[in-house]
């Protein structure tokens, strides 16, 4: 015991005899947040946090020149002596005086433009100085809310996990940090291991902080947040800014630095405003400082994002390095409003890496053993960018509720108390928690409206529901269910039955069981949703969803054989019937128009689609594949990123065999590719090609046939299908035979209307498509021209879309509306 603690005492004297700490400050006495601090002619580097404190730590006694540098202030080098204790260092930085003496303007531009065309000039080079490092990462987020309401949709909100304070119901709701080693080799090889990891409030937590995730470079054409950002020095950043020379100054290498301001030329285009730093002669960033907007990114919630990166010169390679970059962003939306910040610290690069072959793969991040059990003493000695003192509140804040709420009493008296039942839950439904062994038992109440439709009538449901986690973070699952439906025209009640089990969260390796009695669109893809078919119907008497019942027990199974390569498969019996309108209520008649019926359907050209009762067995098999995909490695779980360089390939084969009518014995192969893609400040392209045929189809029930998603309504309660078709009635195209489709699909992204005067200032996007639709029939062609993001403000929900239709020697067009709203 006392040699132990004589090693710990020794350790802590070697951890204070190779740091420095202290504030850094303006000559206001006010301090300087997010300031790089860092050993001149090394790697070994901090940052402020937004108190202005920081922590530098020596691998060992000695002399050195620390550099205090700050964008806007006048970079310092002090002479630091460690030789045995700590030593504290507050600093001041005096503002940085730029001067436009000697500046020449020639044909009424002004000089910044002719930075900036340098700069753009430079612009690929400059990237590709940095084409292959490791470095050292460290990176801490947190978001703060303030003065949350106490109900969201009149259901409470509590306080998140004791994140907020009673009385002012504001707090850090989030809080983490990473400790990282990276490696990057260009073009897209990059590969992340966490070393450490810390979730304020869990134990077992591990960070979404990622290093590749915080990589924005300037040196890219544009910035991706949500929409493409254009940088200002991309090739066609002149089309998007307007610059302004505010002034020049020496740093301290005698290097000249340009302080340019950077304005957008329209006011809601993909772009930044603020200041960017250029060096002259290098043309290389020395620093940015640019925000963005929610209605910019087309993310309304969002109402500021701010950038902030400090680069520093190397004098051993001649480069200009990014040391440090924050983010911060505010906030607003419903009663819900805050900021956050995430701040990223790079040190020890190593711009000469000798990677091997296989040091790069699909995997682009891990987590070293152990990365979230480090203790204190470990994040003290590692952490680049003291807490300051809210931070350091919150983590023992956090860890005392976790403590608590983590002991398996205080979890028996909470269940105790949310377990007692409530006389409203018979209606709305009940839920008994077992948390300490993660199960759930409940029923799901009888105001569960499943809509309209002319063979049910109106349709309720209610249900039990058992669940289980098997471990901590469940990935071990299981979820058992029985339903019923009634139908109250029809006075049926339907009865499912479901057993869910998941294996893990690594290769989603799953199995389900279910059986029952189940009503179902002919199409089982329903291009027609519940909604919009009881509102439909209600409204203006048009049943479009057509049904048929169907007696059933299906096992389906489905995991990621290896990576990027996924399997599913089903077997099934199916014994299906007919079924016919029940009631013709409608809330307004109209004169012209009436309920058809539900079966026989009459289809175009005079065709019926007659569906029997009959019986058979169904089975599928279905391969996704992938190529090039790319994952994280997160401890309990794997999260995959798909490479838009590749398509999605699916290949399909569906079968009915042991029909009680031969003829209905059938098999189906079908293929398709999906690939979506940036391109760049224009927008985003997708394409999805389907095709396929079948073996033995002359003679199969029209249930059978390959359905197409059309649509008839004039209104959507969400965006038209990318996959469907706006104008094509909905079975007018089923096939038992060969078919293709083909649907394009390009998104501005604003590119268009966003530089139209007048229309700018709305913020809509034009998004435009074709299709084609091939099959026994004439071929079907559509052509479309959108309007998404309408609304006001922040809400804005909808979407217009002029859809042109050319089929069989017929052309028309009509309006549809779509409303975001996911029913």
């Known amino acids: 015991m006392k040699n132990v603690l004589c090693t710990v005492i020794l350790l802590c004297f070697a951890f204070a005899q190779a740091q420095l700490s202290g504030t850094l400050y303006d000559d206001q006495k006010e301090p300087i947040a997010f300031a790089s601090i860092y050993v001149e002619g090394t790697y070994i580097g901090t940052t402020t946090n937004n108190s202005g404190q920081y922590t530098l730590t020596f691998p060992e006694n000695g002399t050195y020149n620390v550099v205090f540098k700050s964008l806007g202030y006048k970079t310092q080098v002090v002479e630091i002596v460690l030789n045995g204790a ?27 433009y002719r930075i900036i065309r340098e700069a753009i000039n430079n612009r690929e080079a400059n990237r590709k100085k940095f084409s292959s490092y490791t470095a050292d990462f460290y990176s801490r987020g947190f978001w703060y809310m303030d003065d949350v309401p106490e109900k969201f949709l009149g259901e409470e909100i509590g306080d998140l996990d004791g994140s907020l304070d009673s009385l002012t119901r504001s707090g850090i709701v989030y809080l983490s940090e990473t400790v990282s080693e990276i ?18 409030g869990d134990d077992n937590g591990f960070s979404v902080n990622s290093a590749e995730s915080a990589n924005f470079d300037f040196y890219n054409n544009n910035i991706d947040l949500n929409n493409r950002i254009v940088s200002p020095i991309a090739d066609y950043a002149l089309g998007y800014y307007e610059y302004k020379l505010l002034g020049t100054f020496y740093d301290d290498n005698n290097f000249l630095i340009n302080k340019i301001q950077v304005s957008s030329r329209r006011p809601k285009d993909n772009t930044f405003n603020g200041t960017i730093y250029i060096v002259e002669d290098d043309w290389t960033i020395y620093g940015v400082e640019l925000t963005t907007r929610g209605e910019n990114i087309n993310v309304p919630i969002i109402e500021e994002l701010v950038f902030n990166q400090s680069f520093t010169y190397e004098e051993a390679s001649g480069d200009w390095i990014k040391r440090s970059q924050s983010i911060d962003f505010q906030f607003a939306f419903f009663g819900f409003k805050g900021y956050g910040r995430f701040i990223a610290n790079y040190t020890n690069y190593d ?45 023992v804040k956090k860890d005392s509720i976790s403590a608590v709420r983590n002991d398996p009493k205080y979890k028996d008296s909470v269940d105790a108390v949310n377990n007692k039942l409530d006389l409203l839950e018979i209606l709305t439904g009940y839920t008994y928690r077992n948390s300490n062994n993660r199960s759930s038992i409940g029923y799901k109440g009888v105001t569960d409206f499943k809509g309209f439709n ?6 309720l449901g209610t249900g039990l529901f058992y669940s289980k986690g098997y471990d901590e973070d469940y990935n071990k699952y299981l979820y058992a269910s029985v339903d019923a439906d009634y139908g109250f025209s029809d006075d049926r009640v339907r009865y499912n039955a479901s057993i869910y089990y998941r294996f893990n969260r690594t290769n989603r390796r799953s199995l389900r069981l279910s059986g029952g009695t189940a009503v179902q669109q002919i199409n089982n893809s329903n291009p027609i949703s519940t909604m919009e078919n009881t509102l439909s119907s209600l409204l203006f008497e048009r049943n479009y969803a057509k049904f048929y019942e ?40 109209q004169s012209d128009v009436d309920y058809t019926s539900n079966n026989p359907l009459q289809l175009d050209n005079s065709r019926l689609a007659l569906i029997d009762e009959h019986e058979m067995v169904k089975v599928g098999l279905g391969l996704t594949i992938r190529p090039g995909q790319k994952f994280q490695s997160y401890p309990d779980q794997k999260y995959n990123i798909n490479n838009e360089k590749y398509p999605t390939i699916t290949l399909n084969y569906e079968g009915a065999l042991a029909s009680d009518n031969s003829n209905y014995d059938y098999h189906q192969f079908r293929a398709s590719l999906y690939q979506s893609f940036d391109m760049g400040n224009v927008g985003r392209s997708s394409y999805w090609v389907n095709g396929g045929t079948f073996i033995n189809g002359d003679g199969i029930s029209f249930l059978d046939y390959q359905h197409f998603n059309g649509n008839r309504l004039r209104y959507k309660l969400q965006a038209l299908n990318p996959f469907g078709f706006g104008l094509l009635n909905y079975y007018d195209y089923s096939t038992n035979s060969d078919y293709a489709q083909v649907h394009l699909q390009h998104d501005f992204k604003g590119f268009i209307l966003g530089k139209i005067p007048g229309l700018n200032k709305l913020n809509y996007d034009l ?6 639709l091939f099959t026994d029939r004439k071929p079907y062609f559509e052509a479309s021209a959108g309007i998404d993001n309408i609304g006001f403000g922040k809400f804005r929900p909808f979407r217009v879309d002029y859809v042109h239709s050319i089929t069989s020697g017929r052309s028309y067009g009509a309006f549809v509306v779509g409303i975001n709203f996911g029913l």
């Open 767 to 772: 998004i435009l498509s074709g299709k084609a």
């Open 86 to 112: 700590a030593v504290t260092k507050d600093i001041t930085l005096t503002e940085e005086l730029t001067t436009l003496d000697a500046v020449v303007i020639t044909n009424g531009e002004d000089p910044a």
């Open 351 to 395: 711009f000469k890496p000798q990677f091997d072959k296989k040091y790069f793969g699909p995997e682009v991040l891990s987590f070293a053993d152990g990365a979230n059990k480090k203790d204190s003493t470990y994040w003290n000695a590692k952490r680049p960018t003291p807490l300051t003192v809210a931070e350091t509140d919150e983590y």
């Open 183 to 200: 490696a990057y080799d260009a073009p897209d090889n990059f590969k992340e291991r966490i070393v450490a990891s810390k979730v304020s």
């Open 454 to 459: 002319t063979v049910q009538g109106y349709v």
């Open 550 to 589: 169907v007696d059933y027990a299906r096992a389906s199974y489905s995991e990621e054989l290896i990576n990027g390569l996924f399997a599913n498969a089903y077997v099934g019996y199916e014994r299906r019937q007919p079924l016919t309108n029940t009631t013709d209520q409608v809330f307004f008649s």
